[in-house]
T-cell receptor, first 111, second 114 residues
Framework: DAKTTQPTSMDCAEGRAANLPCNHS???????VYWYRQIHSQGPQYIIH???NNETNEMASLIITEDRKSSTLILPHATLRDTAVYYC????????????FGGGTRLMVKP | SAVISQKPSRDICQRGTSLTIQCQVD?????MFWYRQQPGQSLTLIAT?????????ESGFVIDKFPISRPNLTFSTLTVSNMSPEDSSIYLC???????????FGPGTRLLVL
């Protein structure tokens, strides 16, 4: 079973910031939080990951709460091409390297 | 990051037949994985394929139905055997370059079984 909880869907206006929340209240101390997205009919695309510090790259920012029980993925200026299903995943620390996917959040960016 | 490709990209097959999906990475990778994504669903791990050893299957998936090969560090195949319409899915291969490294995915193979 996935260890994360995400809203099923969200809307965002084009050009505005998209803030996608994720709850992972049972996360273990050395488990990372990963974010992927899947644009329709394509393979999942890696976005960003973090352990406890906030992270930023060319795609997004990841804000992890101090207690690590939740995080937020931020797309600073959403475009129509950011419409996708976004998956928040906690990587288990004793089950190899595979990712376990939950239902994700379907983000719809609207003009 | 390495480039990963899958063949075929899509196929329509008759029930009772088998299809072998190929996954090629342009550099040597440590671990390869096969996932299935049924229509409207999230991804489900089928098995982990390591070079030089038997694939490790997740609960609900068996080798007779989904035989996997991993002949070297850049290539793997997944066969969907004796197909039924319930096997209609997207099949995705994935890899990591080492322990705790980021996992990357191929473009997927869209399979429709009639």
């Amino acid at each position: 079973d996935a260890k994360t909880t995400q809203p099923t869907s969200m809307d965002c206006a084009e050009g505005r910031a998209a803030n996608l929340p994720c709850n992972h209240s049972t996360i273990s101390g050395n488990e990372y939080v990963y974010w992927y997205r899947q644009i329709h009919s394509q393979g999942p695309q890696y976005i960003i990951h973090g352990l406890k510090n906030n992270e930023t790259n060319e795609m997004a920012s990841l804000i992890i709460t101090e207690d690590r029980k939740s995080s937020t993925l931020i797309l600073p200026h959403a475009t129509l091409r950011d419409t996708a299903v976004y998956y928040c995943i906690v990587r288990p620390n004793n089950a190899g390297n595979m990712l376990t996917f939950g239902g994700g959040t379907r983000l719809m960016v609207k003009p | 990051s390495a480039v990963i490709s899958q063949k075929p990209s899509r196929d329509i097959c008759q029930r009772g037949t088998s299809l072998t999906i190929q996954c090629q990475v342009d550099s040597q990778v440590t671990m390869m994985f096969w996932y299935r994504q049924q229509p409207g669903q999230s991804l489900t791990l089928i098995a982990t394929a390591n070079q030089g050893s038997e694939a490790t299957y997740e609960s609900g998936f068996v080798i007779d139905k989904f035989p996997i090969s991993r002949p070297n560090l850049t290539f793997s195949t997944l066969t969907v055997s004796n197909m039924s319409p319930e096997d209609s899915s997207i099949y995705l291969c994935s890899f990591t370059t080492g322990a705790w490294e980021t996992q990357y995915f191929g473009p997927g193979t869209r399979l429709l079984v009639l």
